[in-house]
């Protein structure tokens, strides 16, 4: 099963379940990670933190697991904000009313987003982060 977003002519893919609805689930979920690192809003990293944030970020602590329904959405706005500051991790946690470790700890849960925001510092002369 591949799913694709014309717009932008992301893909999602999914084949290792007998299910087709389980496939078509897990496709989506792919198509919706794989948006979240290819599409970036200028505004929304202008603007954030969204409600959707501040429910899943309470007391600066970012609650979510990569499995739920909101993550590729919280994904694609931690990156909006990373890259509307420049791979600065300081101030896109002030931003997101989150710590820099919290930060950090979430961007983990998907690995091509570390590796994303590390071409970002890399781009911008910053350290790699390990």
């Not at 990670?33 to 501040?54: D, M, T």
């Not at 602590?61 to 500051?85: G, K, M, Q, S, W």
């Amino acid at each position: 099963m591949v799913l694709t977003h014309r717009p932008t002519n992301v893909t999602g893919q999914a084949s290792e379940r007998r299910s087709q609805i389980e496939n078509q689930q897990k496709a989506l979920k792919r198509l919706r990670v794989n948006l979240a690192l290819e599409v970036r809003s200028a505004e929304q990293g202008e603007f954030a933190p969204s409600e959707l944030w501040r429910q899943r970020c309470p007391q600066t602590r970012i609650i979510i697991n990569p499995d739920h329904a909101d993550f590729a959405a919280l994904l694609a706005e931690a990156l909006d904000v990373l890259a509307y500051r420049h791979a600065q991790f300081t101030h896109s946690a002030e931003q997101l009313a989150c710590t820099s470790s919290q930060l950090r700890k979430f961007l983990r849960l998907e690995p091509r987003a570390w590796q994303l925001v590390n071409q970002w510092r890399k781009q911008y002369g910053l350290p790699v982060l390990e």
